[in-house]
């Protein structure tokens, strides 16, 4: 079994910076690739950025050149670094673990962007 534990969020103001972290334990094999996904009120869940199990990364149009997905590999942890956050960035990020044979999905951290 896999766990992720996000931490990280919390409140920040427009135009400010904030790292999210996914720790993975348990029994991690075949790991396809990681990623962040949000979910704002009232709106469905939507991908953020991905890592794959090679390194390469993909972000959707609305956080390219924000937000940046990196891993530590030693750590089994993925990192999602946001900045100039806006208003609209105000969502529940939740971390998201595919492998060839299921996939997983953490609790969910608040980022809450407003002054």
């Known amino acids: 079994q896999v766990q992720l534990v996000e931490s990280g969020g919390g409140l920040v103001q427009p135009g400010g910076s904030q790292r999210l972290s996914c720790a993975a334990s348990?029994?991690?094999?075949?790991?396809?690739?990681m990623s962040w996904y949000r979910q704002a009120p009232e709106k469905e869940r939507e991908l953020v950025a991905e890592?794959?199990?090679?390194?390469?990364?993909n972000y959707v149009d609305f956080v390219k050149g924000r937000f940046t997905i990196s891993r530590d590999n030693a750590k089994n942890t993925v990192y999602l670094q946001m900045n100039r956050l806006k208003p609209e960035d105000t969502a529940v990020y939740y971390c998201?673990?595919?492998?060839?044979?299921?996939?997983?999905w953490g609790q969910g951290t608040q980022v809450t962007v407003s002054s």
């Open positions: 890592i794959t199990s090679s390194g390469g990364t």
């Open positions: 348990g029994s991690i094999i075949g790991v396809k690739a």
């Open positions: 998201h673990l595919i492998t060839f044979w299921h996939n997983y």
